[in-house]
């Protein structure tokens, strides 16, 4: 890929996440940033950030993407021990 068409597509992506960090944004919206808009999406899934379309229009074809809340790993979760009664199935 070219220097300056990798450039341009940084520029689309780093468009597409200020845009999504202002809030919920259709496709229509992502798609006057990038035809492509879903490669940006990718992109910066690819960067570790999560970005979900959250709800779908079938008959109109709109969909509403956001970033996702951070959301913690079990790891991180504290284990709480259940006493289990003698007997049981568990």
């Known amino acids: ?10 520029s689309q992506t780093d468009r597409i996440l200020a845009r999504l960090e202002a809030g ?8 006057a940033i990038s035809l492509k808009y879903t490669s940006r999406v990718s992109d910066l899934r690819a960067r570790g950030l999560v970005v979900e379309c959250y709800d779908r229009d079938h008959a109109t074809g709109v969909c509403w993407y956001r970033l996702a809340p951070i959301r913690r790993g079990f790891d991180s979760i504290p284990r709480v021990e259940i006493p289990v009664p003698k007997g049981s199935l568990f």
């Open 24 to 31: 919920p944004v259709a496709n229509t919206e992502l798609a």
């Open 1 to 10: 890929m070219r220097p300056d068409e990798q450039a341009r597509l940084d």
